[in-house]
């Protein structure tokens, strides 16, 4: 990104004031690790067909990803919970059709991304309503990190886990990588060792990919920063995202910290976070 130099706003603890904590050695060697690790995926569908013609043959013959089966939303809360305690070492994701029993897709999505143990697993939204764009927005907005319609193959499954996969390990290394350790912009306050935003003193709850873009915005406080530099920041260059998924988190990401500073759209270009609150 190449937006000039950056000024340190007020407050702001760079990584080079202070040496690394334990807890970013733990995080790099987590990330070290994680690529050779077998992941977990949950996967919460009703739909037998699925889960035994589909998702069942991921993990067949080959080490990468061991599948869990739920068949509602209740017992999908009740494996999280028994996968905390037995498997939290290892890599985890969960899959959840939009129309679960018991509790939604939505409902599932929502309890992850308020754990405040399970900050760091992957969500994959999927629904057989492919015509209706509101399954994929709503399902974004509530925290997924990808929406996958039906009717897909096994061989289409297994290529966004491998995806979300590579996302996590890119992720885990960029919070390495972050250029403050904590920043203050008026009432703001984001903390990227504690992976913690907080406005007004009270913590907002921001999905993955909320942090990052709000990581991206404080950093360059004051500047443009256009669409394509936010989506290499947060999704990669290996990842194809288009803006459409960039505005519906943005507008999740607005609407949280509303009363904190002003996140500006500059129409056709980017965005900018302004200095006063």
């Not at 970013?24 to 070290?32: D, I, L, P, Y």
């Not at 890119?170 to 403050?180: A, S, T």
């Not at 703001?188 to 993955?208: G, I, S």
């Amino acid at each position: 990104m190449d937006n000039g130099p950056l000024s340190r706003p007020a407050k702001m603890l760079l990584k080079s004031d202070i040496p690394n904590s334990q807890e970013n050695r733990v995080r790099k060697r987590k990330s070290q690790l994680y690529a050779h690790l077998q992941a977990t995926v949950l996967v919460a569908d009703g739909d037998k067909y699925y889960q035994e013609s589909v998702y069942r043959r991921v993990d067949v013959g080959q080490f990468e990803f061991k599948i869990v089966s739920a068949y509602d939303g209740e017992e999908a809360i009740w494996c999280i919970r028994r996968l905390l305690g037995s498997a939290r070492s290892l890599p985890l994701m969960v899959v959840s059709d939009f129309h679960l029993s018991m509790r939604s897709g939505i409902e599932l999505c929502r309890f992850v991304r308020n754990h405040p143990a399970l900050t760091d697993i992957s969500f994959l939204m999927t629904a057989a309503e492919v015509e209706n764009h509101n399954l994929c927005v709503e399902s974004l907005e509530a925290g997924a990190d990808d929406f996958l319609p039906k009717p897909f193959s096994a061989r289409e499954f297994e290529a966004r886990l491998r995806a979300l996969k590579r996302r996590v390990e890119r992720d885990d290394r960029e919070m390495n990588e972050f250029p403050f350790d904590r920043v203050q912009i008026g009432h703001l306050v984001v903390d990227t060792q504690k992976y913690e935003v907080r406005l007004h003193n009270r913590p907002v709850p921001l999905t993955h990919k909320e942090f990052l873009i709000c990581t991206v915005l404080v950093s360059n406080v004051g500047m443009l920063v256009r669409y394509d530099d936010l989506l290499l920041s947060v999704w990669g260059k290996d990842v194809e995202v288009g803006r459409e998924t960039l505005k519906v988190h943005m507008h999740s990401l607005r609407r949280k910290l509303a009363g904190g500073p002003l996140i500006e759209a500059i129409r056709g270009v980017g965005y900018r976070m302004k200095m006063d609150a």
